[in-house]
């Protein structure tokens, strides 16, 4: 069966560290970039980062750039999202997700179509 | 960075037609997908591509593009259709991804 299972969330004070992690199965792991996608409590998705297959590239949105690191481990076939520094608005449900890429007549796109449970992050004092 | 703009709600009558678009500059050069999440659940890839629907996705799901607008058209909407739909494409740069705000269908 092919699966991402999150862990890692967690009540944190702001300024405060989390790790989150994303366990891959049933899938070539290799063979797809890895997304991390948040939703705030009520509100809309929001893309937060990706990760090529090699992990030589990546990738963020400007909201947490220099705050936030995502990391893959092949081996491991699990993708990290170190969370640093952290704002009462990062407070989201965070998901994992493989991105198929797509090419059609020259034009690229992106299917993220396997998604995690998701792993709630709270952010408060 | 781009911008992907849709309309927060729409409304449908059981069994009828109705279509979601989707606005963004980048849109003239990256494809969309499309997203369906109902209420504590995770998102379900529903179409990608220039018009293909994902895995399990019912054909009264299709997809089309004009110029920078992509739509999501449910032709015989069902109850089980009722959910927050939302787009999702490249910026400019091509390197970070965006979605936009979402539409919450509601089918009477």
């Known amino acids: 069966e092919v699966q991402l299972v999150e862990s890692g969330g967690d009540l944190v004070q702001p300024g405060g560290s989390l790790r989150l992690s994303c366990a891959a199965s049933?899938?070539?792991?290799?063979?797809?970039?890895m997304t991390w996608v948040r939703q705030a409590p009520g509100k809309g998705l929001e893309w937060v980062a990706h990760?090529?297959?090699?992990?030589?590239?990546?990738y963020y949105v400007d909201s947490v750039k220099g705050r936030f690191t995502i990391s893959r481990d092949n081996a491991k076939t699990s993708v990290y999202l170190q969370l640093n520094s952290l704002r009462v608005e990062d407070t989201a449900v965070y998901y994992c997700?493989?991105?198929?890429?797509?090419?059609?007549?020259?034009?690229?796109?992106?299917?993220?179509?396997?998604w995690g449970q998701g792993t709630m992050v709270t952010v408060s004092s | 960075s781009s911008e992907l703009t849709q309309d927060p709600a729409v409304s449908v009558a059981l069994g009828q037609t109705v279509t979601i678009t989707c606005q963004g500059d980048?849109?003239?050069?990256?494809?969309a997908s499309w997203y369906q999440q109902k209420p504590g659940q995770a998102p379900v890839l529903v179409m990608f591509?220039?018009?293909t629907r994902a895995s399990g996705i019912p054909d009264r799901f299709s997809g089309s593009y004009s110029g920078d607008t992509t739509s999501l058209t449910i032709i015989g909407a069902q109850a089980e259709d009722e959910a927050d739909y939302y787009c999702?494409?490249?910026?400019?740069?091509?390197?970070?991804?965006?979605f936009g705000g979402g539409t919450k269908l509601t089918v009477l």
């Open positions: 997700a493989r991105d198929r890429r797509v090419a059609v007549s020259g034009i690229q796109g992106d299917a993220i179509d396997i």
């Open positions: 049933g899938f070539t792991f290799t063979t797809y970039w």
């Open positions: 990760i090529k297959q090699d992990g030589a590239e990546t």
């Open positions: 980048s849109l003239g050069s990256y494809y």
């Open positions: 591509g220039k018009n």
């Open positions: 999702n494409s490249r910026d400019s740069s091509g390197n970070h991804l965006v």
